[in-house]
């Protein structure tokens, strides 16, 4: 278990236990976290679980596979580098503490 933090738009904090080997999107629905929509359940197919990752845990997180890749460029916010889809990273001990930014929109 390992410590997350997203942050709503409007900068409303929510610190969650994430379980490690869970999805990040899954952790944040299972919380109850508002603002991950993940209507493909995680598939990386609606880009409705577009979150934001600090720089420090860039080259922490998996590479960006090609599928992921194409789906966050249909993301309803705009994408930055730190854009990622929660359903397709895993919570390890790497990325304990990080605070995770949520979109505008999903
Ligand atoms: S839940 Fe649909 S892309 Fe992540």
């Known amino acids: 278990m390992v410590k997350l933090t997203f942050v709503q738009a409007d900068g409303t904090e ?3 236990d994430a379980t490690l080997g869970l999805s990040v999107m899954q952790v944040a629905l299972s919380q ?3 603002g991950i929509s993940a209507e493909c359940n995680g598939s990386a197919a609606c880009a ?9 845990v860039f080259d ?3 590479a ?3 599928h992921e890749d194409d789906m966050l460029d249909f ?3 705009d994408r930055n580098p730190g854009s990622r889809l929660s359903c397709q990273v895993q ?3 790497a990325i304990a503490g990080t605070r995770i ?3 505008d929109l999903q």
């Not at 409705?48 to 420090?56: E, I, K, L």
């Open 91 to 93: 919570v390890t001990e």
């Open 14 to 16: 929510h610190q969650v």
């Open 75 to 77: 993301a309803a916010s």
């Open 48 to 56: 409705t679980c577009h979150v934001y990752f600090d720089a420090s």
């Open 32 to 34: 109850g976290v508002p």
């Open 60 to 62: 922490l997180l998996p």
């Open 101 to 103: 930014q949520l979109p």
């Open 64 to 66: 960006v596979q090609t």
